[in-house]
């Protein structure tokens, strides 16, 4: 544990040397892909489970013992917008692994006017392709990459972006030690809704989970933004040093009674923070979640706020076909 809070201590005292300032585009990029991890406090890259929507996550998680799954997941986000993702993954030899899903955002319909009356509906979606591929690099290291294409329409306004996430996953079973390394969103976009080019939401995450010794309970911290320092308050003033450096954590915490039920709560600072309001939404920033195992089926859920006006509550199915025997 020392050599992991030194490590800690490194990665954030250099992050000022790698700050960033600018606009990005496909921000929903940013928002869970996973059940688990929503319920974990929004993102989590080092909880090493048979989950397959985790690969969105750190496609380090990709392995062989997923051959022949498929996944579908749903996210209620706010009013009419949906949000969700297929996945589907086939081992590639007993140290290799492939994949393939699609990521979409649809907004809903909106009224387009002139000055003086209706001329239609006009929509607006975000789809992003996914190609995953992983390797085991020894028999505690696995290494994986997603490569991404976006395609966002507008209201007639097109753009499209190419992206890259790239995983490490380390797991020791005798110390039930889990650590995971991600840079996510690396890459740009090519075609812009109208003139200017703009960054893609990038981000370089780094975490650890530790299962207790005598206890089915996991705990989880993982470190976010580590490409930035500087964060605001409602208020445009620039945060003090403490509430900075808590703003780049999430905690996790699952309960894990058996290898087919888990229950997990998790809180993300920064949502905190940024949803907080002077009276109501006392939860902000905290998430709940659970899931079952029946046989090859796994169903799981989560609740979490990532708008100041609503709950969002996610969903997932997923099935592995090798266990179904198809």
Same mark, same amino acid.
């Given at each position: 544990?020392?050599?992991?809070?030194?490590?800690?201590?490194?990665?954030?005292?250099?992050?000022?040397?790698?700050?960033?300032?600018?606009?990005?585009?496909?921000?929903?990029?940013?928002?869970?892909?996973?059940?688990?991890?929503?319920?974990?406090?929004?993102?989590?890259?080092?909880?090493?489970?048979?989950?397959?929507?985790?690969?969105?996550?750190?496609?380090?998680?990709?392995?062989?013992?997923?051959?022949? #799954?498929? $996944?579908?997941?749903?996210?209620?986000?706010? =009013?009419?917008?949906?949000? %969700? *993702? &297929?996945? !589907?993954?086939?081992? +590639?030899?007993?140290?290799?692994?492939?994949?393939?899903?699609?990521?979409?955002?649809?907004?809903?319909?909106?009224?387009?006017? #002139?000055? $003086?009356?209706?001329?239609?509906?006009?929509? =607006?979606?975000?789809?992003? %392709? *996914? &190609?995953? !591929?992983?390797?085991? +690099?020894?028999?505690?290291?696995?290494?994986?990459?997603?490569?991404?294409?976006?395609?966002?329409?507008?209201?007639?306004?097109? #753009?499209?972006?190419?992206?890259?996430?790239?995983?490490?996953?380390?797991?020791?079973?005798?110390?039930?030690?889990?650590?995971?390394?991600?840079?996510?969103?690396?890459?740009?976009?090519?075609?812009?809704?109208?003139?200017?080019?703009?960054?893609?939401?990038?981000?370089?995450?780094?975490?650890?989970?530790?299962?207790?010794?005598?206890?089915?309970?996991?705990?989880?911290?993982?470190?976010?933004?580590?490409?930035?320092?500087?964060?605001?308050?409602?208020?445009?003033?620039?945060?003090?040093?403490?509430?900075?450096?808590?703003?780049?954590?999430?905690?996790?915490?699952?309960?894990?009674?058996?290898?087919?039920?888990?229950?997990?709560?998790?809180?993300?600072?920064?949502?905190?923070?940024?949803?907080?309001?002077?009276?109501?939404?006392?939860?902000?920033?905290?998430?709940?979640?659970?899931?079952?195992?029946?046989?090859?089926?796994?169903?799981?859920?989560?609740?979490?706020?990532?708008?100041?006006?609503?709950?969002?509550?996610?969903?997932?199915?997923?099935?592995?076909?090798?266990?179904?025997?198809?």
């Amino acid at each position: 544990m020392r050599k992991i809070i030194s490590l800690y201590i490194l990665l954030l005292g250099i992050l000022p040397l790698t700050a960033q300032e600018g606009n990005s585009t496909f921000d929903f990029l940013t928002l869970p892909n996973s059940v688990r991890a929503s319920a974990l406090g929004g993102t989590n890259i080092s909880v090493v489970e048979n989950d397959l929507s985790l690969i969105y996550h750190n496609p380090g998680f990709l392995g062989p013992e997923m051959n022949m #799954s498929f $996944s579908v997941d749903y996210l209620s986000y706010i =009013a009419d917008i949906a949000m %969700g *993702n &297929l996945t !589907f993954a086939k081992s +590639l030899g007993e140290r290799s692994s492939w994949g393939i899903g699609v990521t979409y955002a649809d907004y809903g319909k909106m009224i387009e006017t #002139s000055q $003086s009356q209706i001329i239609g509906d006009l929509s =607006a979606r975000d789809i992003c %392709g *996914n &190609l995953f !591929f992983s390797r085991d +690099l020894t028999d505690n290291i696995r290494g994986g990459v997603a490569a991404k294409f976006i395609y966002s329409d507008y209201a007639h306004n097109t #753009s499209i972006g190419l992206g890259v996430d790239l995983g490490l996953s380390y797991y020791n079973p005798d110390k039930n030690l889990s650590i995971g390394l991600v840079g996510k969103n690396l890459g740009r976009q090519i075609k812009a809704y109208e003139t200017e080019l703009a960054n893609m939401p990038w981000d370089i995450q780094f975490g650890f989970s530790q299962k207790l010794s005598h206890a089915p309970i996991r705990y989880s911290v993982t470190t976010v933004y580590l490409n930035e320092w500087k964060f605001y308050n409602l208020q445009g003033e620039k945060d003090s040093f403490p509430t900075t450096f808590g703003k780049h954590l999430v905690f996790g915490v699952d309960f894990l009674p058996s290898d087919n039920l888990w229950i997990a709560l998790g809180y993300n600072v920064k949502r905190g923070a940024d949803l907080s309001l002077t009276e109501g939404n006392r939860m902000a920033g905290f998430s709940v979640g659970a899931g079952l195992k029946v046989k090859a089926f796994s169903f799981g859920c989560a609740v979490a706020q990532y708008h100041p006006s609503a709950t969002s509550l996610m969903i997932n199915v997923s099935v592995s076909l090798s266990e179904q025997k198809l």
